[in-house]
């Protein structure tokens, strides 16, 4: 999930209400033109405006679903019709029927109520004109009974919107300590937890990001440890991970940041040399080889070669963007510098010419 779909989200619960809010009133003002309470039927110029606004609307919203209303407006546009409707038809009523205001009021601010629970801005731009149209055509007569049938129901929703308030921004910032933990079990699904270096899936996703940028001339190095079986052997797995842990720091250390570097296998590292020709990453490789030598972890089972770790490196530039030749490529020329003593470089270019 992201901060984008709980725009969406929260968009979709807007629209929600927008429709209860259309239905309703439609509902209501076909109650209105009925007028089973009242004797006085009266069919105006607003009550017919909420009837087909609202049926038009909700049918509008219905077909094209992409465009969305201003909650805001519509319910100050319902508010003033009404409004308008109510003084219009109350001189109409007959004196002994008082109770008419109240009702009208009570009805505005049910439907309000029922609609915007959740939205106190929208209940308040729909019944504020009611009310205080209601208050003014009563001229003081059931004041306090007026005010106590709106406070009630807006104390209720002040109350509603607040705990509405806290329970949303709790929910949001679960949503987004989460997206963080999936971020990080994203990266740490890509690294390798015993050298710190991406895993075969961390470097494909940076390859692809490389691509995506449109980088070009890039080289694959692939990178062995050499008689490694034998230095485990004979010093213990533990110390055969120490050894992985110091020439991984070590192939690290001897790239640019810019430069993408791999474990991708038991004792086998991938380097992908970014912006350069073969020539230079052949000194790097030679560079990285150094370096691993310095370290001088003891190796004696490495005799042949040196009393001390040393790494093997096949090299080959990448064409059009294709790794998996290039990488075919380093591998058999890795192959044949372990042939050639181990301790060794050898581009793909060497290769062919040795052949
Ligand atoms: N300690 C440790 N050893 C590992 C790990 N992954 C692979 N290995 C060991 O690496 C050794 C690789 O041995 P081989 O593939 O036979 O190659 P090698 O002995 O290095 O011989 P050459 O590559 O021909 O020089 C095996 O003994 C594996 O058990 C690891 O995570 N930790």
């Excluded at 319902?78 to 409004?83: E, S, V």
């Excluded at 009208?104 to 609609?115: K, P, Q």
């Excluded at 009611?130 to 005010?147: A, E, F, K, P, S």
């Amino acid at each position: 999930m992201t901060s984008q779909t709980w725009r969406s989200l929260l968009q979709e619960k807007y629209q929600l209400s927008l429709r209860l809010f259309l239905f309703l009133n439609a509902l209501s003002a076909l109650f209105s033109m009925l007028s089973p309470l009242f004797r006085v039927k009266m069919i105006t110029v607003p009550l017919v405006s909420i009837l087909t606004l609202s049926i038009g609307l909700l049918i509008w919203r219905w077909v094209s679903q992409a465009r969305t209303i201003s909650l805001n407006l519509i319910s100050l546009l319902f508010g003033l019709l009404w409004a308008w409707h109510i003084y219009l038809k109350q001189p109409h009523i007959p004196q002994h029927e008082s109770s008419y205001l109240i009702i009208a009021l009570m009805s505005v601010l049910f439907v309000g109520a029922l609609a915007f629970i959740n939205n106190l801005k929208a209940f308040i731009c729909h019944c504020l004109p009611v009310i205080l149209t209601v208050l003014w055509l009563d001229q003081g007569q059931h004041t306090i009974r007026m005010l106590y049938a709106v406070a009630l129901p807006m104390v209720g929703i002040v109350i509603q919107h607040l705990i509405q308030k806290r329970n949303d921004a709790f929910a949001q910032g679960l949503m987004f300590k989460l997206m963080e933990e999936k971020k990080t079990l994203t990266d740490l699904s890509m690294v390798d937890p015993l050298t710190g270096l991406y895993n075969r899936r961390g470097f494909q996703n940076r390859l692809e990001n490389l691509f995506a940028l449109g980088s070009e001339r890039n080289v694959v190095v692939v990178l062995d440890i050499d008689h490694f079986k034998a230095y485990n052997d004979h010093y213990g797995h533990m110390m055969g991970d120490q050894a992985l842990a110091r020439v991984s720091a070590a192939i690290r250390d001897a790239v640019r940041s810019r430069d993408i570097v791999a474990r991708f296998g038991g004792e086998e590292f991938l380097v992908l040399l970014t912006n350069t020709d073969l020539e230079m990453a052949r000194k790097t490789a030679e560079r990285i080889r150094q370096r691993v030598f310095d370290l001088r972890i003891p190796h004696r089972f490495n005799a042949e070669v040196a009393t001390n770790v040393t790494i093997s490196i096949g090299l080959a530039p990448m064409h059009e963007r294709n790794f998996n030749d290039a990488f075919k490529l380093a591998d058999k020329a890795l192959y044949k510098a372990k042939h050639l003593g181990r301790n060794h470089i050898l581009t793909s270019e060497e290769m062919e010419t040795e052949q």
